[in-house]
C-alpha cells in the first residue's frame, strides 16, 4: 500500500494533469481556400520523355550546327534558336526565321498529338534542345541574354 503522502502527491498530480488536459482544446476548421495537391513531378517526367521521344524524330538542317559552331546562333529556353550577334549575314537571319518555323510546326503536331499546350512542348524541348548544346555553343536561358555552355 502507498503511504498517505505519496497518495496525496499522486491525487494532486493527477488533478493538476486532468485540468490541464481539460485546459487545452482542439479546433479543427476547414481551410478558407481549397487544398490542392500537385501531382506535377510524374506527369512533368512523362512528359519530357514523350516530348523528347517525338523530338528525337524531328530531324535539323545541318546548318544549325555549324551557325552555331560560328557563333551566330544559340539555344533558347523557349525551344526555339535566335541570333546570337546582331551583325548575322541575311543568309544566317533567314535560317532562323525557317528553323524557329519548322519546330514551331512540329510542336504544334506533338503538343496536338499528346493533347498538351503548346507551351509545355517548348518548354521540354528548350531544355532538351540546351541539354544537347556542346561546350563552346551559345545558350540563352531567359530568352535574351546569351552565355557559352
Not at 9 to 29: G, H, N, Q, T, Y
Not at 65 to 84: C, F, M, N, Q, T
Request: charged share 25%; with cysteine; hydrophobic share 40%.
Amino acid at each position: 500500500m502507498m503511504n498517505s503522502p505519496y497518495k496525496s502527491l499522486l491525487c494532486c498530480f493527477s488533478a493538476v494533469a486532468l485540468l490541464v488536459i481539460s485546459a487545452c482544446s482542439v479546433k479543427i476548421d476547414s481551410p478558407s481556400e481549397p487544398i490542392v495537391l500537385q501531382i506535377d513531378l510524374n506527369i512533368k517526367h512523362e512528359l519530357e520523355l514523350i516530348v523528347e521521344k517525338d523530338l528525337e524524330q524531328a530531324t535539323s538542317t545541318p546548318r544549325v550546327p555549324l551557325a552555331k559552331k560560328a557563333g551566330w546562333i544559340g539555344e533558347r529556353a523557349d525551344g526555339y534558336i535566335g541570333l546570337v550577334r546582331s551583325d548575322s549575314p541575311q543568309e544566317i537571319r533567314d535560317m532562323v526565321i525557317e528553323v524557329n518555323e519548322d519546330r514551331y510546326a512540329k510542336y504544334q503536331v506533338i503538343a496536338k498529338k499528346h493533347a498538351i499546350k503548346l507551351q509545355a512542348v517548348e518548354k521540354v524541348a528548350g531544355q532538351s534542345l540546351i541539354k544537347k548544346s556542346l561546350s563552346g555553343e551559345y545558350i540563352s536561358l531567359d530568352n535574351v541574354t546569351w552565355k557559352k555552355k
